[in-house]
């Protein structure tokens, strides 16, 4: 399986990014996914997640400015980024995660795309 995000980039004070993340090797079905980002000299954290059942929760300083969204169809899940402040620069990776009936557990990293929000 692996995992190819894109659509990061150089955006000023206040614009907006959608970034994508390609799964191939399996369906993007089976797994629960996820928005992790790592901004410099920090600790990776969750930012969204999306359920199979494609239900979304967010970490509290998203404040609403984030929505994770994913077509199974296109094995791609995605983070449109709205109002963006300096404070969100990071590197962001998504993360695939699943759990087999047999109790398997599985997870898969991209390999980040660099988000930079600066005038």
């Known amino acids: 399986v692996q995992l190819v995000e894109s659509g990061g980039g150089l955006v000023q004070p206040g614009g907006s990014l959608t970034l994508s993340c390609a799964l191939s090797?399996?369906?993007?079905?089976?797994?629960?996914m996820y928005w992790y980002r790592q901004a410099p000299g920090k600790k990776r954290e969750q930012v969204a997640r999306v359920t199979r059942g494609d239900i979304t929760t967010y970490e509290e300083f998203v404040e609403g400015r984030f929505t994770i969204s994913r077509d199974n169809a296109k094995n791609t899940v995605y983070l449109q980024m709205n109002s963006l402040k300096p404070d969100v620069t990071a590197i962001y990776f998504c993360?695939?995660?699943?759990?087999?009936?047999?109790?398997?557990?599985?997870?898969?990293w991209g390999q980040g795309t660099q988000v930079t929000v600066s005038s």
């Open positions: 090797g399996s369906a993007l079905s089976l797994y629960v």
């Open positions: 993360n695939a995660h699943r759990i087999t009936a047999m109790g398997k557990e599985f997870h898969y």
